[in-house]
């Protein structure tokens, strides 16, 4: 069970606009600042977002992070289908003596 | 470029050991905090373990603490997990991840290796 909430799978169609939740605590989102993490089939996890809603330079803006009170989303639009992957939420965790700690992961298919 | 590629993974019977190691470069590997984070078949990620630049902090996930020791050698550009009283549940892809400080901003894994594969079973 992990501390960070996600929802286990997302789709959407080429295109579209598709949203993918984090949910935490006032010790963890609440508190830090959030990470996304994209992992492409057989391959490393990629840093998505840092800050929040920073992307590293290379990453596209078709990818953009939010976050309100104790919950944090990664919204992707227009979806592509080299976008399907598992996403990956993080952060620390005060009551972890801040450790860092993971979503469950969003697997996300282009239909 | 940065570059962090792992080794030593491998199959191990359950209470044995393995030692892990992860050669940075294209970076000054001495000035930024390193990580081991694991991910079991089908599963999500879990940060296994954390040291500061200089190994003055060192922080471990309760899942591993008193069997997995987590050192780096900057002289050699290194970083290394000790892994002890291994069960199977130990079983998981081992990346070493690197901590970045971008601006004023603290980010964790912002570059990862490619992953070593430790299966343990009898």
């Known amino acids: 069970q992990s501390v960070l909430t996600q929802p286990p799978s997302a789709s959407g169609t080429p295109g579209q606009r598709v949203s993918i939740s984090c949910s935490g605590g006032s010790s963890n989102v609440g508190t830090f600042t959030v990470s996304w993490y994209q992992q492409l089939p057989g391959t490393a996890p990629q840093l998505l977002i840092y800050n929040d809603n920073q992307r590293p330079s290379g990453v596209p803006d078709r990818f953009s992070g939010s976050k309100s009170g104790t919950s944090a989303s990664l919204a992707i639009s227009g979806l592509q289908s080299e976008d399907e992957a598992d996403y990956y939420c993080?952060?620390?965790?005060?009551?972890?003596?801040?450790?860092?700690?993971f979503g469950g992961g969003t697997k996300l298919t282009v239909l | 470029e940065v570059q962090l590629v792992e080794s030593g993974g491998g199959l191990v019977q359950p209470g044995g050991s393995l030692r892990l190691s992860c050669i940075a470069s294209?970076?000054?590997?001495?000035?930024?905090?390193m990580n081991w984070v694991r991910q079991a078949p089908g599963k999500g990620l879990e940060w296994v373990s954390y040291i500061s630049g200089g190994s003055s902090t060192v922080y471990s996930a309760d899942s591993v603490k008193g069997r997995f020791t987590i050192s780096r050698d900057n002289a050699k550009n290194s970083l290394y997990l000790e892994m002890n009283s291994l069960s199977v549940e130990d079983t998981a892809v081992y990346y070493c991840?690197?901590?970045?400080?971008?601006?004023?901003?603290?980010?964790?894994?912002?570059?990862w290796g490619q992953g070593t594969q430790v299966t343990v079973s009898s």
């Open positions: 294209g970076f000054t590997f001495s000035s930024y905090s």
């Open positions: 991840a690197r901590d970045r400080l971008i601006g004023n901003y603290y980010v964790p894994f912002d570059s």
């Open positions: 993080a952060t620390w965790d005060d009551s972890l003596n801040g450790r860092v700690v």
